[in-house]
């Protein structure tokens, strides 16, 4: 429990810039994500913004793109409409609600049957990569996933 403590308040920290904490437990009404963004998101931002909208899940590598996109959906993470992390190799990992409902029980099915890595699982899922990237690095926040050696997660029994 210290350490989970622990880890939360180190990434909270780290996330606080872009507006990522952890959002309530509460189940927010299904939405879509907002179709208006700030005037300083650019095109890019945009296309990310609707890569988001379309798929359900996104990871940015670049910083800078990172802050614009969560500056645009800023109402829907404060809302729980849109959750993310910035994870250790210092990717941004987002996926909305609706996505991490509708995929959470597979994932931790396939890791409660033993320790898988996220390319087994997304193997299992027949989903992309980043796909279940994205949903490891949030239910990580969220407790109900380990990492219990580099690359090999379980579910939280």
Do not use: W
């Not at 992309?128 to 994205?134: F, G, H, Q, R, V």
């Amino acid at each position: 429990e210290f350490i989970r403590e622990h880890v939360r308040g180190k990434l909270a920290s780290l996330l606080s810039t872009q507006q990522l904490s952890q959002t309530s437990q509460a189940t927010p009404p299904k939405a879509t994500l907002a179709k208006t963004t700030p005037a300083s998101t650019t095109p890019a931002n945009n296309h990310l913004l609707d890569a988001l909208n379309k798929k359900g899940f996104l990871v940015v590598a670049n910083e800078n793109e990172a802050k614009a996109l969560t500056q645009a959906v800023e109402k829907d993470v404060k809302n729980g409409v849109v959750l993310g992390v910035r994870g250790f190799d210092k990717k941004y990992y987002l996926c909305t609600r609706a996505f991490l409902e509708e995929q959470t029980p597979k994932v931790l099915k396939i890791l409660s049957a033993k320790d898988a890595s996220a390319e087994e699982t997304a193997q299992a899922l027949k989903q992309p990569l980043d796909a279940t990237l994205s949903l490891i690095q949030v239910l990580k926040e969220q407790g109900e996933v380990l990492e219990k050696k580099r690359g090999m997660y379980a579910a939280v029994k």
